[in-house]
């Protein structure tokens, strides 16, 4: 039984491990904007004609092993989206969910992903830099 408890706390280190990276790498994106409205967000984006356009805020449902986000960005119509988007860590990895549920390996990145929450071609996403703000 003892080396089934190590397991487990092995796993349960790994797990701690991968969401700390992934949600650094979230916080620390350049299209990072914190705790920011979907208001604000749109006022950010508004006006500008680049679609994909994109900036990353924090979501509204955090809990201890879920982490909640948007990624508000402009269609191609130049209206803009907000879409919440959930991480939920794994003892496997790391896994994105918005209308469906996504799987990346523990490797992926929050880039090698946002085409897809954002329904476009993977060269499409722009950030709008922080520096890049009105």
Known sequence: MGHLKEVFFMSAIAKKFVEAVVNEEI???KAWYGNISGLAAEKMLRGRKT?????????????ENVSDYYV??????????????VITVTTEGW???N???GG????????????????CEKSEPSPLNKLEVK
């Open 51 to 63: 679609p994909y356009l994109y900036l990353l805020r924090k979501g509204e449902n955090e809990s």
């Open 72 to 85: 508000s960005f402009i269609l191609p119509d130049l209206s803009i989206r907000h879409q919440p988007f």
């Open 99 to 101: 209308t469906g549920t």
């Open 95 to 97: 896994e994105w969910e």
């Open 104 to 119: 990346c390996p523990p490797e992926a990145s929050i880039e090698d992903v946002l085409y897809l929450m954002m329904h």
């Open 27 to 29: 916080r620390s994106h």
